[in-house]
C-alpha cells in the first residue's frame, strides 16, 4: 500500500498535495472507505467521534469531507461475521481507506480480527491515510505511553508494516511536549518520528518522506 501517515488528517495543503499524489487521480474520482474502529477503544472518544469522523464533522482533523467520489464505513468488528469474498470485494474497489484515530492496540486487534491486515500485502495500488491511532497502528509499536485498551497479547505491539514508530500531536498539549517525545523515543529501541498536526509522513515503496507545515523530530 501507498501511505499517508497524519497525526491530524488531511490538514494542510501540503498534506493534501501528497494524497492527490498517492491517488494519482483527483479526490473528486476517488472512492474511500472509511474506518471508525479505534473510536471504540480509546476513553476520549466513542460513538460520537466516531459518527463526527464517518459524517465529515472534524473540522480539525480533515478526512471524510475532503469532496470523494463517494464514501463507504467499513467497520472492521462486524467483518468477522460476514463472508470474505463479499466484504473483500469492497476494500478491492476502494482507491483509499481513510483510517480514524482513537486506540491503536483496539484498532490492531480489529484488523487482525477481521481479516483485513492479511490483505494489507496485496493491496499495492491502494493508499492508507492514517489519523493519529490510525497512522500508529502500521508501526511496530507504540509505546506504553500510549496503552489505553489493553491488548489481549498483553503487549504495546502493532501490525509493524513500517519499521518506525509515530509519536502524533507533538505539542499539542503538555504532555505531548518534545521532551516527552524525546523520552518516549529512548524506551521504543527503533527510529520514530514525533509529529505535530501539520505534520505527516509520506511512504511509497519503504521510502518515508516527511510533508509538514509546522514541526517535526526524527529519532535514530
Not at 45 to 54: D, E, L, Y
Not at 62 to 72: A, H, N, R
Not at 170 to 189: C, F, T
Request: glycine fraction near 8%.
Amino acid at each position: 500500500m501507498k501511505l499517508l501517515l497524519t497525526s491530524a488528517g488531511v490538514k494542510n495543503p501540503s498534506i493534501h498535495t501528497a494524497l492527490v499524489d498517492l491517488l494519482d487521480k483527483p479526490i473528486a474520482e476517488s472512492d474511500a472507505l472509511c474506518i471508525p474502529t479505534a473510536s471504540y477503544g480509546h476513553p476520549m472518544a466513542g460513538p460520537v467521534r466516531a459518527w463526527s469522523f464517518v459524517s465529515g464533522q472534524e473540522p480539525q482533523c480533515p478526512m471524510t469531507e475532503l469532496g470523494w467520489k463517494s464514501v463507504g464505513v467499513l467497520e472492521l468488528t462486524a467483518l468477522p461475521s460476514l463472508d470474505k469474498e463479499r466484504w473483500v470485494s469492497w476494500v478491492q474497489n476502494a482507491d483509499v481507506l481513510l483510517v480514524n484515530g482513537g486506540d491503536a492496540l483496539y484498532l490492531s486487534h480489529w484488523l487482525r480480527e477481521s481479516g483485513l491486515a492479511d490483505l494489507i500485502p496485496s493491496l499495492d495500488d491502494k493508499v492508507w491515510v492514517g489519523l493519529s491511532a490510525g497512522s500508529m497502528v502500521l508501526t511496530p509499536r507504540i509505546g506504553e505511553d500510549f496503552v489505553q485498551w489493553k491488548s489481549p497479547t498483553g503487549n504495546d505491539n502493532t501490525l509493524g508494516v513500517v519499521d518506525f514508530s509515530i509519536f502524533p500531536h507533538l505539542d499539542e498539549w503538555p504532555s505531548n511536549a518534545l521532551s516527552e517525545a524525546e523520552r518516549w523515543a529512548a524506551s521504543i529501541g527503533h527510529p520514530s518520528y514525533a509529529l505535530d498536526d501539520q505534520s505527516a509522513l509520506k511512504v511509497v515503496d519503504g521510502k518515508v518522506e516527511v510533508i509538514s507545515e509546522g514541526h517535526w523530530k526524527q529519532f535514530d
